[in-house]
């Protein structure tokens, strides 16, 4: 989940063009908001099946968990290139970061399972001498519409398609996905009706307070043939503000109960859309949603001036809010040590941690945040988003010739 300090802002907007009364009514109760189950780049193994016992069933569970680390590494090594040579179960127990249950089955004295296995990637690349490098494209923002019995919605009350992409592991994904959890204004800002308009300015403002650079729109159509009986979807991978089809394709169900996988499915397929399309170019980056260019002016050595961080005391105080991947601890210190070595930077502390997400940072900068954001840049950072709300990486290191990186082996 990414949690949005933004959201009064947005909230704001809506009143100043609905009026108070209606936007109380579209954005309070309803049976919505679906957090996203996992955002880090953990390596991913599943579909494991395991058949343990034991004293009791306790112990045939954990001997279970314990024989799918051991085939899930194997695996994983073999696809990394590392022989899949078999390590100590307490090297194990320090590689792997999640089990991931699918089905299981428990006995007395039984365990039957088809499990998944997460291993924390830069410890696993470290253990098999191989790069963790993950080339990532820039932040996009997923609106996930889904048309059902002639409807089409996306937040305004929880869906199985918004269920299914919140399950969705994107690990193994090139595309940097902004999966919002569709509670608080999620419904008045991404709907429908925003889909197919191409206004660049609206879309621009939108984008911005999810710390976004663009819009990919996953649309499903779910057609029963009758109640209870064969379910078939039909997918558009969509992207940007003028709705482009990419790629379309169809699934069928047998029935309403496998209706979850159906679209789980869907997802994998539509993230290899996606994928694909960023390799051959297809998701440059809008220039309508860049921000409006500044006034020329004939004095470059003004610009330069006006433009360079500064520590004035008398220059305005602003609070800024900052989005950043947060793997683990020292990446919180160290990037918050970074935020205060920018001059003009009063103070910097995190807001909302999420250790394997997005953390959220508050500091409160003496200027302008184009100041800070020129600050950043020139420390090697990555800012995407404007304003005072902004989303920094660290910009990708270049790795040897003889490395390539191994984000295309793992899945």
């Known amino acids: 989940m990414r949690s949005r300090p933004f959201l009064a802002t947005a909230a704001a907007i809506g009143v100043a063009v609905l009026g108070a009364g209606a936007v109380v009514a579209q954005i309070e109760g309803g049976d919505r908001g679906v957090a996203a189950v996992d955002s880090s780049n953990d390596y991913e193994v599943g579909s494991v099946s395991v058949d343990t016992s034991g004293p009791n069933a306790q112990a045939a569970r954990v001997a279970g968990w314990r024989e799918a680390q051991r085939k899930a590494w194997v695996q994983l090594s073999r696809r990394l290139g590392g022989g899949g040579a078999m390590v100590p179960d307490g090297t194990l127990d320090s590689l792997v970061s999640a089990i991931v249950v699918g089905n299981e089955q428990i006995g007395p004295t039984r365990y039957i399972a088809q499990l998944g296995v997460l291993f924390d990637r830069a410890r696993t690349a470290g253990l098999l001498g191989i790069s963790s490098y993950v080339s990532r494209t820039p932040p996009l923002v997923v609106v996930p519409v889904v048309w059902s019995g002639g409807v089409g919605g996306v937040f305004e009350q929880r869906t199985a398609w918004q269920e299914a992409w919140a399950r969705f592991r994107t690990s ?44 990919l729109i996953p649309v499903v159509r779910l057609r029963r043939q009758w109640p209870g009986g064969p379910v078939i979807g039909e997918f558009e991978a969509r992207h940007g503000p003028d709705n482009r089809l990419l790629s379309r394709f169809a699934l069928r169900a047998a029935n309403a109960s496998a209706l979850p996988q159906l679209l789980d499915a869907g997802v994998k397929r539509m993230d290899d859309i996606y994928q694909a399309a960023a390799r051959g170019g297809y998701l440059r980056g809008d220039p309508g949603l860049s921000p409006p260019p500044t006034e020329a002016v004939s004095d470059i050595p003004a610009v330069t001036e006006t433009l360079a961080p500064t520590d004035d005391a008398s220059a305005p105080v602003v609070s800024i809010i900052v989005q950043v991947e947060t793997p683990d601890a020292g990446a919180v210190a160290s990037t918050e040590s970074a935020l205060r ?3 003009g930077v009063r103070s910097a502390s995190t807001s909302s941690l999420a250790l394997g997400g997005v953390s959220l940072m508050v500091l409160s900068f003496a200027g302008e945040p184009a100041n800070f954001r020129a600050g950043l840049e020139a420390r090697g950072w990555q800012v995407f988003g404007g304003g005072t709300t902004m989303r920094i990486r660290r910009a990708p290191q270049l790795l040897p010739p003889d490395l390539q990186p191994d984000n295309a082996l793992a899945g």
């Not at 090139?174 to 925003?194: F, K, S, T």
């Open 341 to 343: 070595g920018v001059p």
């Open 172 to 215: 193994t994904s090139e595309i940097d996905y902004i999966r919002p959890p569709g509670n608080g204004a999620d419904p008045l800002l991404l709907n429908v009706g925003q889909t197919q308009r191409p206004a660049r300015g609206w879309w621009r403002k939108v984008l911005d307070l999810y710390g976004g650079t663009d819009v």
